[in-house]
């Protein structure tokens, strides 16, 4: 064969195997990468058996878990793929941001252009602020129609409303460690891989380094004691994370993926349905209403109960704690202590708790 026909071969090979990676059924068209998986996923996961009353008393408060098999989000992820999100939104244009922990560069650029051009590889050697990342920022106008065929996990807290992220990133990006509300993660094409920290025990990290530059720089000379919770989640799979949990993802294929953030409600607000991690914030007074860690009113908020309640319940169990709150600033000084005080909140939302329980 002359050296031309070796040539066209080579060319037209090459020409096959690329589409081959990027068309394959089960990646939706995205590259599939070559970053590696955790050794041991030490995150605990629960199949559809767990209840709400359990998940709101072993995690919901307290740690992560992965739920396999609770939704089913198979017409979700057929319109996510390559070809049909570039056919639907290809001209839409796209808020990127900074992958780095504190990202205040954003970047508006078609959706066309972000996935031909910028979807790409993570280079190790690039900075946080150097790397554009598409996540949140949807244009709901545009987005909409999309979000609302994606059937969102089934557990709520008490109190909060639903807010969506939507994010595709190439195979190695992700987002260094940082820490917000609570919420779930769902991973629609590809495998992205989590670490995670409880509010307590800050990670090891610089804000302008790149996840996979933490991997390979960091996470090795972290003896075993402080290495943190990770796993994998691949299709079909969500992790909630729990209120102010450090946590860092890495994407190890070209990934799309939607969050369901909880926000905190006007019925409910953030310092009841997270008391341990507000008290610190508040006056003397405001942390004389909010219980410390392991006192009734906490115990309380875990109980099963607590789960089912209406949202005349809500409105309710506000209205007390904010009548005690008034009643306070009312009072002297000191004339009676923080404990008699949080014993007493303790006590009625207990009995609003058992009433509300009365009526189900």
Not at 83 to 89: G, N, R, S, V, Y
Not at 122 to 149: A, I, K, V
Not at 220 to 247: I, K, Q
Request: aromatic content about 14%; hydrophobic content about 40%; some cysteine.
């Amino acid at each position: 064969m002359s050296v031309a026909g070796r040539l066209l071969l080579l060319l037209m090979s090459l020409g096959w195997a690329r589409p081959a990676a990027c068309t394959d059924p089960a990646s939706g068209g995205w590259l599939l990468g070559t970053v590696p998986e955790e050794q041991r996923c030490t995150v605990e996961r629960a199949d559809a058996s767990l209840t709400y009353p359990l998940f709101l008393q072993r995690f919901a408060f307290s740690r992560p878990v992965i739920l396999q098999g609770f939704t089913d989000n198979s017409a979700f992820r057929a319109l996510c793929t390559r070809e049909k999100l570039l056919a639907a939104f290809g001209s839409s244009p796209v808020r990127l941001s900074t992958a780095n922990t504190y990202s205040y560069r954003k970047v508006d650029v078609p959706f066309t252009e972000y996935v031909e051009q910028l979807l790409e590889p993570q280079d190790p050697g690039r900075l946080g602020s150097d790397t554009l990342y598409f996540f949140g920022d949807n244009n709901l106008t545009e987005w909409g129609p999309l979000f609302q065929q994606y059937v969102p996990p089934p557990f709520r807290l008490p109190g909060t409303s639903l807010a969506y992220s939507f994010g595709i990133a190439g195979s190695g990006s992700g987002v260094p460690f940082h820490w917000h509300g609570p919420g779930f993660s769902e991973v629609i094409f590809g495998r992205k891989r989590w670490f995670l920290y409880p509010p307590e025990k800050t990670p090891h990290f610089h804000p302008n380094e790149t996840t996979l530059a933490w991997l390979h720089h960091t996470y090795p000379t972290l003896p075993p004691a402080e290495r943190p919770l990770e796993c994998t989640l691949r299709p079909g799979e969500v992790l909630y994370f729990p209120d102010h949990w450090w946590h860092a993802t890495l994407n190890l294929d070209t990934s799309v993926f939607i969050s369901t953030f909880l926000g905190c409600s006007a019925v409910v607000p953030c310092v009841l349905l997270h008391p341990h991690r507000h008290r610190s914030g508040l006056s003397p007074r405001g942390q004389a209403l909010v219980p410390r860690p392991g006192s009734p009113w906490l115990s309380a908020m875990n109980h099963p109960s607590f789960g089912f309640s209406t949202f005349i319940a809500e409105v309710i169990l506000f209205s007390y704690i904010y009548f005690l709150s008034c009643h306070f600033q009312r009072c002297s000084e000191a004339r009676q202590p923080p404990e008699h005080l949080e014993a007493r909140s303790s006590a009625g939302l207990v009995v609003i708790l058992l009433f509300v329980k009365g009526f189900q």
